[in-house]
């Protein structure tokens, strides 16, 4: 099934684009813990464990408030949902930044910003599912998620820069006001935009589980579901590991080496969302899932055991993991759009947002207790704590592949 285009006074690129920049400005937050977790770790005296917690509750709170948004996006609009999230997601977004100092207040801090962060994610693939002809609708989520990945990389290069030569004090207040921009730009943006409501909580609800009954449907939630174990551990942990290489590289000082690794996870993240969700228009939605899915798990099971090799050759796979990691983002929330009812949509995202974001969420603190447990971040740092740790990972891209070849065959959509 597909969505119509709903009639718009606002250009229909000036929405879409607006959409994005407002993607981006929100992305800039997503990934300070991130960047700045070293530092962050040494000021708090945390274990990998402990830190792994906070971006677990993070994951969780995100995940509830993807299931929320998901769900009442339905009765209430896709647009209201998302400017409510926005603006809530701006004040807690300044909350964590100007609070956050310790490891309990950040836990308790960045679990609020993942509870209404989430909330602009799943209303705003359903506003493009709404506004875009399913010819054209890989490319659209593409270029929606590629504006999150170039945010992503703005997050880390800056929260990286600023926490060795400022204080992690620092790249959190900068990156936090990344949510206010974004508030600031949707309001606007989506002033033309029709707030399209469905229909009632029970015929919701009846669709929400209903579609599980569809095999492709009920593949694409499966896939969906490890692909975040993959991608989301992938996320927390990969430029910690940079971070770990790149030290004794003698390659010019913190800024440069956060520049390196954003650019090696999500700059190459950036370019697999244009690139895929076209892709996915062209080729086909399952031959893009399987492609991606071989190639990310072959990344997790191989570059946990790299360090100490080249540097260059562990930025080519850092890069490339990205690129796999995050090319069937796109691909997976288009066909969702094209196999579910549009006015069950919500509620069929809020399932498939609980199991996906809740397996992501616990996936980094599965990997720092395996990094505990092998040896931990304060250990001689060889490749057996890393390369266990990242294998747990591709499990989960091992999974997203076996779903994806078990897809029917689909054709590519002509304009």
Not at 156 to 173: H, M, T, V
Not at 231 to 245: E, N, Q, V, Y
Not at 286 to 298: E, I, P, Q, W
Not at 322 to 341: H, K, N, R
Request: net charge positive; with cysteine; aromatic share 10%.
């Amino acid at each position: 099934m597909t969505t119509a285009a709903i009639p718009s006074s606002a250009p229909s690129s000036t929405w879409l684009v607006l959409l994005c920049a407002s993607r981006f400005a929100t992305s800039l937050s997503f990934m300070v813990y991130a960047g700045a977790l070293v530092p962050a770790m040494q000021a708090w005296g945390m274990s990998a464990g402990e830190a792994g917690s906070i971006q677990t509750a993070f994951n969780i709170g995100y995940a509830l408030s993807l299931v929320g948004s998901s769900w009442f996006a339905d009765s209430l609009g896709a647009k209201r949902v998302f400017l409510w999230a926005s603006w809530a997601t701006a004040l807690t977004g300044l909350a964590f930044a100007f609070f956050a100092r310790s490891a309990e207040s950040g836990l308790l801090l960045f679990a609020l910003m993942g509870l209404t962060q989430g909330g602009t994610y799943a209303p705003s693939i359903m506003l493009v599912a709404q506004g875009v002809p399913t010819a054209r609708r890989g490319a659209a989520v593409g270029w929606l998620l590629a504006a999150g990945s170039l945010g992503y990389f703005a997050s880390i290069a800056l929260a990286a820069w600023l926490a060795e030569r400022f204080g992690y004090e620092a790249a959190f207040i900068a990156c936090g006001m990344g949510p206010l921009l974004a508030a600031l730009l949707a309001t606007p943006g989506l002033r033309g935009r029709v707030n399209l409501v469905a229909g009632g909580g029970a015929r919701r609800l009846r669709g929400a589980f209903r579609f599980l009954a569809d095999r492709r449907s009920f593949l694409l939630t499966a896939g969906y579901t490890t692909h975040c174990w993959e991608l989301l551990g992938m996320w927390a942990w990969l430029p910690a590991f940079l971070t770990a290489s790149l030290s004794g590289s003698g390659d010019g000082g913190a800024g440069v080496r956060g520049l390196w690794i954003a650019a090696a996870i999500h700059l190459s993240g950036f370019l697999s969302s244009l690139l895929m969700g076209r892709a996915s228009d062209r080729l086909g939605r399952r031959a893009v899932l399987v492609a991606m899915g071989l190639l990310g798990a072959a990344c997790s099971f191989t570059i946990g055991w790299m360090d100490g090799m080249p540097l260059v050759l562990v930025l080519a796979v850092a890069a490339l993991y990205g690129f796999s990691a995050l090319g069937d983002s796109p691909v997976l929330s288009t066909a969702m759009t094209e196999s579910v009812e549009p006015g069950s949509l919500g509620a069929a995202l809020a399932v498939r947002s609980i199991l996906g974001f809740g397996a992501g969420g616990a996936a980094p603190l599965a990997v720092g207790l395996v990094l505990d447990q092998a040896g931990g971040m304060g250990g001689p740092m060889g490749g057996s704590p890393w390369g266990w740790g990242f294998a747990l990972l591709g499990v989960g891209g091992g999974l997203a592949t076996v779903c994806a070849l078990l897809l029917p065959a689909d054709r590519p959509h002509r304009s």
